[in-house]
């Protein structure tokens, strides 16, 4: 079943197919909570972001992609999470997945391959706040930039000057280390 189908039948009181787009999203809820600062709380963000979008579920445009919609809300359950802290979250990332691919008998390259990463992640984590956002959001969710826009809540013109700037200042910080 694809997403406009789930949307037309959860909103007729069909709760097996809002668990199916449950089901679809969860992993990138999740991603998107953790990588925009929710850490180990990620899992509460995520739930209480379904609980909110199936209750908001009637006011969705049906013309409009579910998935931006969604990730909007998570990104705005994850603000109001570290808002309420009173301080900025520390950035919890697993990206085991996305390791840079090494000969499963090369050693020494997966050492390197892994440090590289853990570098990479603490730059990120040491962007201003609006500049990870978009980095996190164009490169590690792979969202375009209308989608960015979309989830953060920003013109797309918002999206790429702080997307250009957290990439320069990546590319500055990491420049010597990771080549």
Same mark, same amino acid.
């Given at each position: 079943?694809?997403?406009?189908?789930?949307?037309?039948?959860?909103?007729?009181?069909?709760?097996?197919? !809002?668990?199916?787009?449950?089901?679809? !999203?969860?992993?990138?809820? /999740?991603?998107?909570? +953790?990588?925009?600062?929710?850490?180990?709380?990620?899992?509460d963000v995520v739930q209480? +972001? &379904?609980?909110? +979008?199936?209750? /908001?579920?009637?006011? &969705? /445009?049906?013309?409009?992609? &579910?998935?931006?919609?969604?990730?909007?809300?998570?990104?705005?359950? *994850?603000?109001?999470?570290?808002?309420?802290?009173?301080?900025?979250?520390?950035? #919890?990332?697993?990206?085991?997945? *996305?390791?840079?691919?090494?000969?499963?008998?090369?050693?020494?390259?997966?050492?390197?391959? *892994?440090?590289?990463?853990?570098? =990479?992640?603490?730059? @990120?984590? $040491?962007?201003?706040?609006?500049?990870?956002? +978009?980095?996190?959001?164009? !490169? &590690?969710?792979?969202? #375009?930039?209308?989608? *960015?826009?979309? @989830? =953060?809540?920003?013109?797309? $013109?918002?999206?790429?000057?702080?997307?250009?700037? $957290?990439?320069?200042?990546?590319?500055?910080? @990491?420049?010597?280390?990771l080549g």
């Open positions: 079943m694809n997403d406009d189908e789930a949307i037309a039948r959860s909103l007729e009181g069909d709760l097996s197919a !809002y668990e199916a787009l449950v089901a679809r !999203y969860s992993a990138l809820a /999740h991603r998107t909570a +953790a990588m925009l600062g929710a850490g180990d709380e990620a899992e209480e +972001a &379904f609980v909110k +979008a199936f209750r /908001h579920l009637p006011s &969705f /445009h049906r013309d409009s992609p &579910f998935r931006p919609w969604l990730l909007r809300i998570v990104a705005n359950e *994850t603000h109001n999470l570290t808002r309420a802290r009173g301080r900025r979250s520390e950035l #919890s990332v697993r990206l085991g997945a *996305t390791a840079v691919a090494t000969a499963p008998d090369d050693p020494e390259g997966a050492a390197v391959a *892994t440090d590289r990463r853990a570098r =990479l992640l603490e730059a @990120v984590r $040491g962007l201003p706040e609006r500049e990870r956002q +978009a980095v996190v959001c164009r !490169y &590690f969710l792979q969202l #375009s930039e209308a989608e *960015t826009a979309q @989830v =953060l809540g920003w013109p797309i $013109g918002s999206v790429k000057s702080r997307t250009h700037r $957290g990439l320069a200042r990546l590319r500055e910080e @990491v420049r010597d280390e």
